[in-house]
């Protein structure tokens, strides 16, 4: 590296000089908390990525939940501009530079966004620490530099991280996960998550008793789930796990944590007994939808108790739901919750990838309340041991996101991210977006790349051929469309449903699309992604590690590659 001078910086502007190891390739930072314990805000390493407009080379960022990829940023000339933003998926990020090459890994045991800015032609990106907001100086911050060869490239950065994380034992290949029969099934057939029942989402209700408790609307009860299955075989769909969102007490984030009852409305206990041996007798399998994180007070096991406090001594009510508002559950209580809840509903006898709502798609909450502290560490602790748990309970795990400290026991994720799904965040210094967490862990886990490749086969032609590039594995969804008034529909306009019997029909043969497409790439999924390269004029490639190429036309004009026709956003497997 050309320079050997580590240091960060705080809100006044003075410096702070990082301890280092050097291990080979990798240099070890540390700042001691003793030194920063006085710092309202920290600024790490702000001149290793500077660079001056014109010179070679890039940035590499990694997206958050409003990305549809991860930041690419050249050193190109360009207006001053800046750009932050908080809850990366992934905790690194890369620089490329003419003479060196390295990423910049970060333990996230602390919250912290990115900073990036152009000003006078001048390139800078740090790591913010901001401890005004949410946890208080109580760790060190420590940093690994992964030096790699100068003619290295965002592939590289990608694989680097891979295996380190693989040898560190920190994730697992989808092989191994394999090995549990349900995840193998994952791996081959589509998922159908289907939304039985929900109240208005938003509530006009914020604080919900059962007086004042709006109607549930049934979308789908225990025994049209059954004709859904009916359907799915007379279609001739080999394979599907149906996944039930919204069977419990009052529907879906109707009154979590509470799931039983199972809403009486749709059949009761006894119907989604009947409904889970019913699926399975057809050769599909079947799993549940359950949440950790949000609390409703309506719930009969809702406890202040169990609820996040933020620095400021208020409950941590987060969102605003069918429940009403949401707040928050502390995951350190909630574990006691989880090995409450779980078994009775693992004595049901479903056999998929249980679902655990949001877990892996946040960062988790740090709790001030003086009966249970926790910091984001201890979260992140809590966290990974509720998803090993309910991963062994169930014989599988499955939840919303990617958050990488949730992907050792993690089968698969719903969705990498939101995408643009909440509307278009501008971000001035992505020349591009690359799908760099999909260089990094396909292979690792099965994933749905956004949530707008949902009902993949459905969706317009760009977002189709995303799923396609990206390596995701279908999701299908009833009733992916629930929220009321002006809310945001975050899955795409285009939704299956069941309400009549040409609905479910026209739905299945969706399904049944989708299956058809993936069979042939679905062994791709054990595979690593060697290098991913946008070419010109829309093309892009996606190659695998046993040199196979997905070649993909993001255009709308028919193009030649390698003297082979594509069509306007399709693909050839070569």
């Known amino acids: 590296m050309t320079q050997n001078r580590f240091f960060a910086t705080d809100e006044t502007g003075i410096e702070y000089e990082f301890d280092q190891l050097c291990t080979g390739s990798s240099i070890l930072l540390t700042l001691k908390k003793e030194t920063i314990v006085n710092c309202k805000q920290l600024r790490i390493l702000p001149e290793l990525g500077k660079a001056q407009a014109g010179d070679e080379g890039y940035w590499i960022l990694p997206r958050n939940l409003n990305m549809i990829g991860d930041i690419q940023t050249l050193f190109t000339k360009r207006a001053d501009c800046d750009q932050i933003y908080g809850n990366p998926i992934m905790s690194w990020y890369g620089i490329k530079k003419k003479d060196f090459c390295c990423i910049v890994r970060i333990e996230r045991n602390y919250k912290y966004k990115f900073e990036c800015s152009v000003k006078n032609s001048v390139y800078t990106v740090t790591p913010l620490f901001d401890f005004t907001v949410n946890d208080k100086v109580y760790d060190d911050i420590r940093v690994e530099i992964v030096v790699l060869p100068i003619n290295a490239d965002y592939n590289d950065m990608a694989k680097a991280e891979r295996e380190i994380r693989l040898k560190r034992g920190e994730i697992r290949t989808l092989k191994e996960k394999c090995v549990n029969p349900a995840v193998e099934y994952a791996r081959k057939y589509p998922l159908i998550r289907i939304r039985m029942g929900w109240k208005p989402s938003p509530s006009p209700i914020l604080h919900q008793t059962e007086a004042t408790e709006p109607e549930m609307f049934v979308a789908c009860d225990f025994k049209r789930v059954q004709d859904i299955a009916d359907e799915l075989k007379r279609q001739g769909v080999e394979g599907a796990e149906l996944q039930l969102v919204g069977w419990n007490r009052s529907g879906h984030d109707g009154r979590f944590p509470q799931l039983f009852p199972s809403d009486p409305r749709l059949g009761g206990d006894e119907g989604l ?266 093309i892009e490639v996606c190659t695998y590690e046993d040199g196979s190429r997905i070649i993909g036309n993001f255009s709308d004009k028919q193009a030649t590659f390698e003297g082979k026709e594509i069509a306007p956003y399709g693909y050839i497997v070569v």
């Open 273 to 538: 007994k009947e409904t889970i041996e019913y699926v399975k007798k057809l050769g599909y399998r079947i799993s549940t939808h359950t949440n950790t994180i949000d609390a409703y007070e309506i719930a009969d096991t809702f406890s202040w108790d169990d609820i996040v406090v933020n620095r400021d001594g208020q409950y941590n009510q987060n969102g605003h739901y069918s429940g009403g508002y949401a707040y928050h559950v502390c995951l350190e209580q909630q574990w006691k919750n989880t090995l409450r809840d779980l078994p009775k509903l693992a004595s049901f006898g479903e056999n998929g990838l249980h679902f655990t709502d949001v877990i892996s798609i946040v960062v988790p909450d740090d709790c001030h309340s003086p009966a249970h502290p926790s910091s984001t560490a201890n979260g992140i602790i809590y966290a990974q041991k509720i998803i090993e748990y309910t991963n062994g309970l169930f014989g599988g795990f499955s939840s919303e996101g990617c958050m990488d400290f949730a992907m050792k026991y993690l089968d698969y994720a719903l969705y990498t991210t939101f995408g643009y799904a909440f509307g278009k965040t501008e971000r001035p210094l992505a020349n591009r977006f690359l799908p760099i967490f999909e260089i990094t862990y396909h292979g690792t886990l099965l994933y749905n790349p956004s949530s707008a490749t949902v009902n993949y086969t459905a969706q317009p032609p760009k977002d189709r051929l995303e799923f396609i590039m990206r390596g995701g594995k279908p999701s299908m969804y009833f009733y992916s469309k629930f929220r009321t008034g002006n809310a945001l529909n975050w899955m795409g306009e285009n939704d299956l449903t069941c309400n009549s019997d040409e609905a479910l029909c026209w739905s299945a043969s969706k399904i049944k699309e989708a299956l058809d497409e993936y069979a042939p790439l679905a062994d791709k999924q054990f595979l690593y992604i060697a290098r991913y390269d946008v070419v010109s004029d829309g």
